[in-house]
């Protein structure tokens, strides 16, 4: 399945030490990884940072409780204790974050190992290879990178074999169309999409003249998406709700079945905050888009 699930609010609001030990509880963590396992979702994406390392430790102790053996990627970069001296991808300090991520999943290896962004005070020859001693070592089994540019990642294929990208991918931003996505298929990159429903506002959560939902995004970190808080938007998201009327599925759907019809993704990270989200996701594996369907969709946005 094409399918991941994206393990961001287990305790916290991603790596935002504001957030620390908000999000979802454990148990609804277990929650999540009970109905996505069930669903056949076989992929859990995290990061060492994400809710103050629990994301991590209840994913080991989910795999510990369960006995289920998804793939699991995980990234470094950010503090895990919030702490603004104690971050980047020094060589020193990957060794020493996959140690630690580790030992919260309770695992001798984790499948996909991310760079969760650029550290412009790091040569990327020495984080490339710190990832590749890794590698060798067997205590990943692929290296990846989130958030980076083709330049970046031009530098970093010179040092070390990069098997996933990932970065945001919707209808509401299209920046990977320009170059990433051509790049990664012509170098046979696995590409994986997260912001899927752009914060949200590809549900129709947000509308014109509405005061913002209590607990979304908006009203918790709404400046990725400010400029979406525009008359252009609202258009689109009239003409979107409609067209996903026509089909006979909701707005959720049809924006990930948007991204499921491109052949050059081979992942979708879903981040539910309730099982039931994850319906419209597996929904979506069964609405299939012609590519003048997905031309016309993406053109109702700016």
Not at 22 to 51: H, N, P, R, V
Not at 157 to 181: C, G
Not at 276 to 290: C, G, Q, W
Request: glycine letters at 10%.
């Amino acid at each position: 399945m094409r399918l991941i699930l994206g393990c961001g609010n287990f305790g916290g609001i991603g790596s935002a030490p504001a957030f620390f030990g908000q999000g979802e509880s454990e148990e609804e963590a277990f929650a999540l990884m009970d109905a996505a396992w069930k669903l056949g979702i076989t992929c859990f994406d995290t990061a060492d940072a994400y809710g103050g390392g629990r994301s991590e430790t209840w994913i080991g102790k989910w795999l510990a409780a369960r006995g289920g053996r998804p793939e699991i990627a995980t990234k470094v970069f950010h503090s895990v204790m919030g702490d603004p001296a104690d971050l980047g991808l020094s060589r020193e300090r990957v060794l020493r974050q996959i140690v630690s991520s580790l030992q919260r999943l309770g695992v001798e290896r984790v499948d996909t190992y991310l760079v969760h962004e650029p550290d412009p005070e790091t040569p990327i020859e020495e984080t490339m290879g710190a990832l590749r001693e890794l590698l060798e070592a067997g205590k990943i089994g692929a290296i990846g990178a989130s958030n980076v540019s083709r330049a970046w990642l031009d530098e970093a294929l010179s040092t070390a074999p990069i098997s996933v990208v990932q970065n945001s991918y919707s209808l509401l931003d299209r920046e990977a169309d320009l170059e990433m996505l051509p790049l990664c298929a012509k170098r046979g990159i696995s590409f994986t999409a997260y912001g899927p429903l752009a914060g949200g506002w590809l549900t129709g959560k947000y509308r014109r003249d509405r005061s913002t939902p209590p607990g979304s995004r908006m009203a918790q970190r709404p400046e990725p998406y400010r400029h979406l808080d525009d008359d252009a938007v609202y258009w689109g998201l009239d003409r979107f709700s409609e067209a996903a009327g026509a089909r006979g599925v909701d707005m959720p759907t049809l924006a990930f079945a948007w991204l499921l019809s491109d052949q050059r993704v081979a992942g979708v990270v879903a981040g539910p905050r309730r099982p039931e989200h994850l319906e419209p996701a597996v929904a979506a594996i069964d609405v299939h888009l012609s590519e003048a369907e997905r031309d016309e969709l993406a053109s109702l946005f700016p």
